[in-house]
């Protein structure tokens, strides 16, 4: 592992410095989207509908064309982002669930527990850190790491306000009985739900739902941006908007948004549903597809022009992405929709299309506008960069502080990332990573990235492919280059440690 940024533990977060006068510190707003594909937007060549507020982030910023997701599904790429650490040595690889208990809502039976495996609470994540060198930190949409009275859960790690989804299972309800809640500003001691009343009067599944109408898609997004509205210049903030669209289910309100595309994109495909993971039917997949990434356009349109009118657009680092790849879950087309078939592979794959994402980072005064950058990192860069973004700097003996407020971090842990920062800004050294990594125990793959080398390991038998003449993947070269396949193996002995919850087949070891 890099041994490249060092930060507080979880356990552990005092500053040991008082607090000196405050400077403008730059604001951080992470925007990422729920399973979009890399060409799911009109500024990567999506061609059935157009996405202009996200385009315009793109040209007024960078767009990048080699960024990949920490893992192929939701809560290990998440893990990647918020701790740093790659899907071979962080602890949360993969969507491991807890439900216990009944609880009633009206005529519904729901869950009294539930939320995926917990971060490691010894190792720091990000909202922590910024917290502690004092950001104010909001995280609106899925939580995804920990259940419901774990040791892991937004009060117990930096987050200051939280709306939305403790578990991403029930985030395929897009009408759920319930969204969670943490607000300090409230009194909140801990997570609670807050009961959906309209929606618990009907059905969660058949008919009786299309009666519910609180989306939980506008909900969160209007507590998102209430949480902007508090916001004040010169007191910096850390924002995490982890939006549930457009994952399945493949609903919404019966707006314009969604009348736009009814009758228009044909053949229209229908889906029957699926009760037991609380997909509803719906026979317009297309149409409400289509129409669910043009609401997440209008809501990042919002969010910019709430930032505008607050002051705070200038001095905001704003990132727009995915967690991962396409999804075909809930009646959902990728086929359709990314016609042009650059990448193969889909959500839970270790292939391009599995992780390889749209990634825009706008900031003026600092970023090209209308820049395109082709470096190849992942989602455990992130955190030294955002690192590098707010000013924090390596002290002599290889602890971490906000130099320009005394604040330092006095434990020690470590991240796989390297700051991107150069390429973002056009200036300094950009350090760049000798091999990307990647496991996923549910489908059994492993893959590595390395230059335009790309191995792919499935149930243990490695493909190679070169991505610089063959993006799609489909000539397997490792019998005309077993010595690149040796190597690229041998990172990978280099980078899994091993993890009974996710167990993956490594390839064969080379011979010494």
């Known amino acids: ?53 996200i385009d315009r982030l ?105 709306y939305g989804y403790i578990c991403q299972f ?21 997570v609670v739900r807050e009961v959906l009343e309209q929606n618990i009067q009907h059905a969660m599944f ?72 609380r997909y509803n039917p719906t026979p317009e997949a297309h149409a409400q597809f289509a129409a669910m990434i043009t609401r997440l356009d209008a809501q990042v349109g919002e969010i910019m022009q709430l930032l505008e009118q607050q002051g705070l657009a200038d001095n905001t680092v704003v990132i727009f992405t995915s967690d991962n790849g396409p999804h075909e879950e809930g009646g959902a087309d990728p086929e359709y929709f990314n016609h042009d078939g650059k990448f193969r592979g889909l959500k839970r794959s270790t292939h391009e299309g599995g992780i390889r994402i749209p990634f825009i980072v706008r900031w003026p005064g600092h970023i090209r506008a209308g820049s395109v950058s082709d470096l190849p990192f992942a989602f455990y860069d992130l955190m030294p960069t955002f690192c590098d973004i707010a000013g924090f700097k390596r002290t002599k003996d290889g602890g971490f502080k906000d130099s320009k407020h005394g604040r330092q971090t ?45 191995l792919v390991v499935k149930r243990g038998q490695p493909a190679l492919y070169n991505l610089a003449d063959d993006p799609h993947e489909d000539r397997d070269l490792s019998a005309e280059h077993p010595d690149i396949v040796r190597l690229l193996v041998q990172k990978i002995y280099e980078d899994h440690t091993d993890s009974p919850l996710f167990p993956v087949t490594l390839p064969a070891k080379p011979e010494e």
């Open 1 to 53: 592992m890099n041994n490249l940024l060092h930060y507080l533990p979880a356990a552990a977060l005092p500053l040991l410095v008082a607090q000196s006068a405050a400077r403008q510190r730059p604001n951080i707003l992470y925007i990422m989207c729920d399973d979009m594909g890399y060409g799911d937007l009109s500024c990567y060549g999506q061609q059935h509908f157009s996405t202009p507020n």
């Open 206 to 277: 058949g008919d009786d739902y299309d009666l519910r109408r609180q989306y939980s898609a506008d909900l969160i997004h209007q507590r998102a941006l209430d949480w902007l509205r508090q916001q004040k210049a010169g007191e910096p903030f850390f924002g995490i908007f982890t939006y549930t669209l457009p994952h399945a289910e493949l609903r919404q309100p019966n707006d314009s948004l969604l009348q736009v595309f009814r009758g228009r994109l044909l053949p229209e495909r229908a889906y029957r549903g699926d009760n037991p993971s």
């Open 170 to 190: 029930q985030a395929h309800l897009y009408f759920p009985n319930f969204l969670n809640r943490y607000s300090r500003s409230r009194g909140d001691t801990a």
């Open 410 to 454: 006095d434990l020690k842990a470590r991240t796989d990332g390297f700051s991107i920062l150069p390429t973002l800004i056009g200036k300094g050294h950009q350090r760049l990573h000798d091999h990307l990594y990647w496991e996923f125990h549910e489908t059994d793959m492993l893959g590595v990235r390395r230059g335009d080398w790309k």
């Open 58 to 162: 793109a040209a007024q910023g960078m767009r990048m064309t080699s960024a990949y997701a920490g893992s192929p599904v939701s809560a290990p790429s998440r893990a990647c982002l918020m701790t740093g650490q790659h899907s071979g040595h962080t602890h949360v690889r993969g969507n491991k669930e807890y439900w216990s208990g009944r609880v009633e809502y009206g005529q519904n039976a729901d869950y009294a527990v539930v939320g995926q495996e917990p971060y490691d609470p010894d190792v720091p994540i990000l909202p922590e850190l910024f917290k502690a060198v004092g950001y104010h930190t909001g995280m609106f949409g899925k939580w995804a790491g920990g259940y419901e009275g774990s040791v892991s859960t937004p009060d117990r790690r930096g987050v200051d306000e939280f």
